[in-house]
């Protein structure tokens, strides 16, 4: 082969190659775009926080840090003694009180039959019934009380509002408790999902309803299902000049692309699938939306506003 022919093909195979490779690229490209994948995810689930109703030294610890719980379990209880005296007092008012009802209820029975009979005047008449009614409201007042009494002594008894797993847990017996002041940390393990954060560029091609693939560290081969329930509709404004309750909303941090930086919203996946190993609140997943849909059409998210 001379060298013009050899140069010739040289020339065409570098033409070919270059060619591939922006076909490569362009291609890689829209799928990105089209198929908006990220490895910005999160697993997330509620955490309740447990908070005794009343205050007072703990005296029992049921349960240990990181254990799963069911709901109703008891995970802690607080001395009932001075709640227990609370009744007890309360009880003792209500008993006073019924006496006094009882007795009022007499004399306004005696006055009404002697007002009949023009033996008493209007006025004693009167005085009966409002010495009657001041004896019912005390009696009400002293029922309620003791309610309340009995309320409180129930609250010293603290139980689990879900399943879920107790964590960041650091109390012992003789720690004194304030009551609305939390204490324990409980993973409801019924609300499992992930926050998969996406440019904004990519949120056309993303909609409700829409399959996602999740993959996580160390267990890529072993990918599972979920299903996109909404995008978050704002995040945090950080340069300050947000409105007001924009501290309320999702801190993202934008990602270094180019020279502008396209803001990343929340998107809540609800995990479908069977995952590899339990979830646990902050691992790291990547997320893949599957080409469900085509943009632009009914079912993108923006149509259903």
């Known amino acids: 082969m001379n060298p013009a022919s050899l140069k010739l093909v040289n020339y065409l195979a570098t033409t070919v190659i270059i060619g591939l490779a922006a076909w490569a690229a362009i291609s890689l490209y829209s799928r990105y775009v089209q198929n908006p994948w990220t490895r910005d995810g999160q697993v997330r689930a509620n955490i309740v926080g447990i908070a005794p109703r009343v205050s007072g030294p703990i005296i029992v610890v049921a349960v240990r840090d990181n254990e799963r719980v069911k709901k109703g379990d008891l995970l802690f209880e607080i001395d009932p003694n001075d709640f227990q005296a609370q009744v ?14 009882t007795q009022q209820q007499q004399n306004l029975h005696r006055q009404t039959d002697l007002y009949r009979t023009h033996v008493n005047a209007l006025q004693d008449f ?17 029922t309620a009380n003791l309610e309340l009494a009995k309320l409180n002594l129930g609250y010293t008894k603290v139980f689990a509002p879900v399943d ?15 009551a609305g002041v939390q204490l324990i940390a409980l993973v409801d393990t019924s609300s499992y999902w992930v926050a998969g954060y996406f440019k904004e560029t990519q949120l056309p091609h993303i909609r409700v309803g829409q399959k996602a693939v999740i993959t996580m560290i160390g267990y890529e081969k072993q990918p599972f299902e979920g299903v996109v329930r909404s995008v978050g509709w704002g995040i945090y404004v950080q340069d300050g000049s947000g409105s007001t309750g924009t501290d309320l909303l999702p801190s993202v941090s934008p990602t270094i692309d180019w020279v502008r930086l396209p803001q990343r919203f929340p998107v809540r996946i609800q995990v479908s699938g069977q995952t590899p190993i339990p979830l646990r609140i902050g691992q790291t997943v990547s997320v893949a939306m599957t080409p469900s849909f085509v943009p632009g059409s009914s079912d993108e998210l923006g149509a259903s506003n």
Do not use: R
């Open 164 to 178: 879920g797993y107790v964590t960041n847990m650091n109390t012992s017996p003789g720690t004194y408790v304030t």
């Open 88 to 101: 007890d007092i309360a009880a003792g008012q209500v008993q006073n009180a019924q006496a006094t009802f």
């Open 126 to 142: 009167q005085n009966a019934q409002d010495s009657f009614a001041a004896a019912q409201a005390q009696l009400a007042s002293a």
